[in-house]
């Protein structure tokens, strides 16, 4: 029998799991596991918003796999974790956060910072207990950690503070930290009818999305094999490289012309790892596949004419190695129309402006990404800018997709640091997005978190105003006002760096390139629709 306070086993426990550092700003109800993390090797990175640590959390799950972990004061603290946490739920990535709660005794009584966090979690969470008393404390630790991976989302332990340093004495282990990632094969009667449609086919066109992380070789396989132009979602850019010929780019408000007229076309559609929800983007009536892990998401979005439930990996290679000899004809078409289409960003990256222009930031930026770098990429404009220009090699993507929450571009290129320490990585922001969490940039700097933060500065949030042009409405509200960006790096103790000119960013970019420090750059970009 061995006697230990309940957050040494937290602490403990979470070093089996593999976390090696958790987000979050210190306090009162959390104060008493504090003391257990200050003992291990954990790394605490203290943030200045709880909303940052969530968002960072979130983002490091979706770069690796791996749980992201955060961590918040009762009341005010666990409100600000709510923005991450839905992040994590729509894009279906494992999260766990640790909320403290006031005493014990105290819970009920309406006393200070006391919310009903258990009520104010239900909807997020895919597990969600606050914890009774210490002995349960360790068991359900596991049981929320091995949710969160099951379930692909986010779970929730809230624990009053004087549980962290109550001693418990525990004669055998009753859970374990350890969980079975299960392999799903589909069943070959729907691979087979899969196969029937496959072969029929004239103008097939596969749309893959963030299911195809663990197979894109066996998506391009599947696409060489088939002669089928591949489309990517948003979240499965750069999955795909950017400059594959059967790579038509992206779908929809952000996407391509060649990708837009091969959906249109399409006599089948291979929803290949993907529930991409604008159905308005997809053809009217064409029969489509669905392969997907989720049985609830087959023919959620569209009606799917055979459904394969299993990896996406093993079911395309199956299907690659029974198809007979396709004609080349609609892919040959379209890539000549994706050729033309490059020539066409090219000329738009290359023109000569007074003002800089978004997408020749993004030619800069092109120039000096690393091949394996990590591209933190904020919402707003700039989404549907990168989404079009910015070319994916290998690089790592991560964004805020389901969610679109403004402000995601900081805190996942601190993630992404964490995660990757010898890899570059690059936060494309807007001013809008940028300033909703700029604060945190003093957390990239105090943890030496090198990064180059590209922000693009026109004064306005000018997705929303051409949204309300589309509407038919006269734009309202979306001036900003203007923030001296390099300054603030400064003032935080990292570099920054104003640019007017194409001059001035090729002269900064390639001086910060090998920086050491974090980064801002504040790019004043002409104000140019970026969809209308």
């Not at 104010?120 to 349960?136: G, I, K, L, P, W």
Request: hydrophobic share 40%; charged share 25%.
């Amino acid at each position: 029998m061995f006697e230990r306070t309940a957050g040494s086993h937290v602490v403990e426990l979470l070093k089996q799991w593999n976390v090696d550092h958790i987000y979050g700003m210190p306090g009162d109800s959390i104060n008493e596991l504090m003391e257990e993390l200050r003992k291990v090797e954990i790394r605490f990175i203290q943030i200045r918003h709880e909303e940052t640590g969530a968002l960072a959390a979130s983002a490091y799950s979706k770069l690796t796999g791996r749980i992201g972990v955060c961590l918040s004061i009762a009341g005010p603290g666990a409100i600000h974790l709510q923005n991450g946490l839905y992040d994590a739920k729509k894009d279906k990535t494992p999260m766990l956060a640790i909320v403290g709660q006031v005493t014990s005794s105290s819970v009920g009584t309406d006393t200070f910072q006391e919310l009903k966090l258990e009520s104010m979690f239900e909807d997020v969470s895919v597990y969600n207990r606050r914890v009774q008393n210490a002995e349960q404390l360790p068991d359900m630790l596991n049981q929320a950690v091995r949710a969160a991976y099951a379930e692909k989302g986010p779970a929730l332990l809230v624990v009053s503070d004087n549980l962290f340093s109550t001693k418990i004495k525990r004669e055998k282990e009753m859970t374990s930290p350890e969980y079975s990632v299960p392999h799903i094969r589909a069943a070959e009667e729907d691979l087979k009818e899969a196969l029937k449609l496959l072969e029929t086919a004239k103008k097939p066109v596969i749309l893959a999305g963030k299911g195809a992380q663990d197979a894109p070789g066996e998506v391009l396989a599947f696409s060489e094999r088939l002669k089928a132009p591949i489309i990517a979602s948003l979240p499965a850019k750069g999955l795909i490289p950017d400059d594959h010929p059967n790579n038509l780019g992206q779908l929809g408000q952000l996407g391509t012309e060649p990708a837009e007229q091969a959906m249109k076309q399409a006599d089948l559609v291979i929803l290949a790892g993907t529930a991409y929800p604008y159905r308005e983007y997809l053809p009217d009536k064409a029969p489509a596949i669905q392969i997907d892990l989720e049985p609830r998401v087959i023919g959620k979005y569209y009606p799917a004419t055979v459904g394969v439930v299993g990896e996406l990996g093993p079911a395309l290679a199956w299907l690659t190695s029974k198809l007979g000899e396709k004609d080349p004809g609609f892919l040959n078409q379209f890539q000549e129309k994706r050729s033309a289409w490059h020539d066409k960003l090219r000329a738009d990256i290359d023109k000569q402006t007074d003002m800089l222009q978004p997408q020749q930031v993004l030619g800069e930026i092109q120039h000096i990404m690393e091949r394996d770098a990590v591209v933190s990429l904020d919402v707003g404009s700039i989404t549907i800018w990168s989404a079009k220009y910015l070319q994916l090699t290998g690089q790592k993507l991560v964004l805020s997709s389901w969610l679109g929450t403004m402000g995601c571009g900081l805190p996942g290129a601190i993630a992404a640091k964490l995660a990757y320490p010898e890899r570059q990585a690059i936060a494309i922001v807007g001013d809008g997005g940028f300033s909703m969490g700029m604060q945190d940039f003093v957390t990239a700097v105090k943890y030496e978190l090198p990064m180059i933060i590209v922000v693009f500065n026109n004064q306005k949030l000018q997705l929303i105003e051409d949204e309300q042009k589309m509407a038919g409405n006269k734009p309202t509200n979306v001036e900003l006002a203007n923030i001296d960006f390099a300054a603030f790096a400064i003032a935080c103790g990292g570099e920054g760096y104003t640019v007017k000119t194409r001059a001035e960013l090729q002269d900064v970019l390639s001086k910060v390139k090998a920086s050491k420090q974090p980064v801002v750059i504040d790019a004043y970009v002409e104000d140019i629709s970026a969809v209308l």
